[in-house]
């Protein structure tokens, strides 16, 4: 019995090995949602500057991807050694500390990882060995990622979106959530849906509501689960924006008019949606009587 035949038969043993696999995509995470934003503004000044002095030769930059520069430490800039990064494991061993200087690590960086593990376990025990599982949890790590760059920035970085819209779309081809069309129509009516209320709040208020990137977000989403997730995503999104959105501005002691990124909110509906929205729906229309 090969490795793969294994995990096939034996769910526990395959959400185990999802489990692991979490940490270690948490830990390269951590690495995007931090870097990512940054190579974009890089990218954009070059580009401005090139057309702003044509003529002129451009600065060398340092390299700076999602690879070089070496982890180190935001603090004393000592690099991170290999042991040193070993998802949760350093964290608990070094005390949430920098090994060289001692000062104390973000408790966020372990937080994603042990999040990214956890949900890689749901996905997996929800649906075991096989292609639709690889597929949704390939979803599920772009959508962490997408969620707290959202968050931090309220960026939406179109490297990870466009990609894994066509990704949903590819997948679908083959049936592997629902049939092409319900998600050729996803993607269509995740955008403009979202575009038509960006407009409709616009011209009454004279204010932008949300991004282009929200519509772009869900149009991926609409392209995994089809269009049918899209009116369920739209809804949950919407209450639980209400409702943390309150919360948060709140604490904070903001005015209404600070902007809160919308992209969580979406992102955590649409997973939801996907995996679980037959289920919620069909749940919703016996107890209405339906």
């Given at each position: 019995m090969t490795l793969l035949d294994y995990l096939a038969s034996h769910v526990l043993a395959f959400v185990l090995v999802a489990g692991l696999l979490g940490l270690v995509v948490g830990?390269?995470?951590?690495?995007?949602?931090?870097?990512?934003?940054?190579?974009l503004e890089h990218d954009w000044l070059r580009?401005?500057?090139?057309?702003?002095?044509?003529?002129?030769?451009?600065?060398?930059?340092?390299?700076?991807?999602?690879?070089?520069?070496?982890s180190h430490c935001p603090h004393c800039q000592a690099e991170i050694k290999p042991w040193q990064n070993l998802p949760l494991i350093s964290y608990a061993l070094?005390?949430?500390r920098c090994g060289n200087c001692r000062e104390r690590i973000s408790p966020r960086?372990?937080?994603?990882?042990?999040?990214?593990?956890?949900?890689?376990?749901?996905?997996?025990?929800?649906?075991?060995?096989?292609?639709?599982?690889?597929?949704?949890?390939?979803?599920?790590?772009?959508?962490?990622?997408?969620?707290?760059?959202?968050a931090d920035t309220q960026l939406l970085p179109d490297a990870i979106v466009l990609p894994m819209l066509w990704l949903g779309?590819?997948?679908?081809?083959?049936?592997?959530?629902?049939?092409?069309?319900?998600?050729?129509?996803?993607?269509?009516?995740?955008?403009l849906s979202l575009w038509s209320v960006y407009w409709l709040f616009k011209l009454v208020t004279g204010k932008e509501g949300m991004g282009y990137g929200d519509f772009k977000l869900?149009?991926?989403?609409?392209?995994?689960?089809?269009?049918?997730?899209?009116?369920?995503?739209?809804?949950l999104?919407?209450?639980?924006?209400?409702?943390?959105?309150?919360?948060?501005?709140?604490?904070?002691?903001d005015s209404n008019s600070t902007p809160l990124p919308f992209g969580p909110y979406l992102a955590i509906a649409g997973w939801i949606a996907i995996i679980w929205g037959d289920w919620i729906t069909g749940t919703?229309?016996?107890?209405?009587?339906f």
């Amino acid at each position: 019995m090969t490795l793969l035949d294994y995990l096939a038969s034996h769910v526990l043993a395959f959400v185990l090995v999802a489990g692991l696999l979490g940490l270690v995509v948490g830990s390269f995470l951590n690495v995007v949602i931090h870097r990512l934003p940054k190579m974009l503004e890089h990218d954009w000044l070059r580009q401005a500057r090139e057309m702003l002095h044509p003529d002129e030769p451009q600065p060398a930059q340092p390299v700076y991807n999602l690879v070089l520069p070496h982890s180190h430490c935001p603090h004393c800039q000592a690099e991170i050694k290999p042991w040193q990064n070993l998802p949760l494991i350093s964290y608990a061993l070094l005390r949430g500390r920098c090994g060289n200087c001692r000062e104390r690590i973000s408790p966020r960086y372990p937080l994603v990882e042990l999040l990214t593990a956890l949900l890689s376990m749901l996905v997996a025990w929800q649906y075991g060995f096989g292609w639709p599982a690889a597929g949704i949890l390939l979803l599920t790590w772009a959508l962490v990622a997408l969620s707290l760059i959202d968050a931090d920035t309220q960026l939406l970085p179109d490297a990870i979106v466009l990609p894994m819209l066509w990704l949903g779309l590819i997948a679908n081809s083959f049936g592997l959530f629902t049939d092409i069309h319900s998600a050729l129509w996803g993607a269509v009516f995740g955008y403009l849906s979202l575009w038509s209320v960006y407009w409709l709040f616009k011209l009454v208020t004279g204010k932008e509501g949300m991004g282009y990137g929200d519509f772009k977000l869900l149009a991926m989403l609409g392209a995994w689960g089809g269009w049918q997730v899209l009116p369920l995503t739209i809804l949950l999104s919407s209450l639980v924006g209400a409702i943390l959105g309150i919360i948060i501005l709140k604490a904070r002691g903001d005015s209404n008019s600070t902007p809160l990124p919308f992209g969580p909110y979406l992102a955590i509906a649409g997973w939801i949606a996907i995996i679980w929205g037959d289920w919620i729906t069909g749940t919703y229309l016996r107890f209405a009587g339906f």
